[in-house]
């Protein structure tokens, strides 16, 4: 497995914005099958911004038109750039990488299609 470590969460106010990363010790994405995801507290994850194996992006309506997933030159570090930040944007956000086979899936070893997470960067925005 891959380690994947998210940076650039923060407390910031409502309108504002952030850029969160995701690096991947060694590894080199591939442009596709990697996403971002948000969690809060007593909530189940869920997808704000992914591209899928075929390279089709899903965006979560709550996302549209603020949020966009990006790739550096290198592959190395893939981002979240956040605007208009909202209060209910507040969140543990985790990258995730690699589209999970079947072996994965077999194993245990995937979690919502992908087998690799990040431990998240937390995300509060105030009003």
């Known amino acids: 497995q891959v380690q994947l470590v998210e940076s650039g969460g923060g407390s910031v106010q409502s309108g504002e914005s952030l850029r969160l990363s995701c690096a991947g010790s060694g590894y080199v994405f591939s442009g596709n099958c990697m996403g971002w995801f948000r969690q809060v507290a007593g909530e189940e994850r869920e997808g704000v911004v992914s591209i899928a194996s075929d390279g089709s992006r899903t965006v979560a309506e709550s996302a549209r038109g603020r949020f966009t997933i990006s790739l550096d030159d290198a592959k190395t570090t893939f981002y979240l750039q956040m605007n208009s930040l909202r209060t209910d944007d507040t969140g543990m956000y985790y990258c995730?990488?690699?589209?999970?086979?079947?072996?994965?899936?077999?194993?245990?070893?995937?979690?919502?299609?992908?087998?690799?997470w990040g431990q998240g960067t937390q995300v509060n925005v105030s009003s």
């Open positions: 995730a990488a690699g589209c999970a086979t079947w072996s994965d899936m077999v194993a245990g070893t995937e979690h919502m299609g992908y087998k690799n």
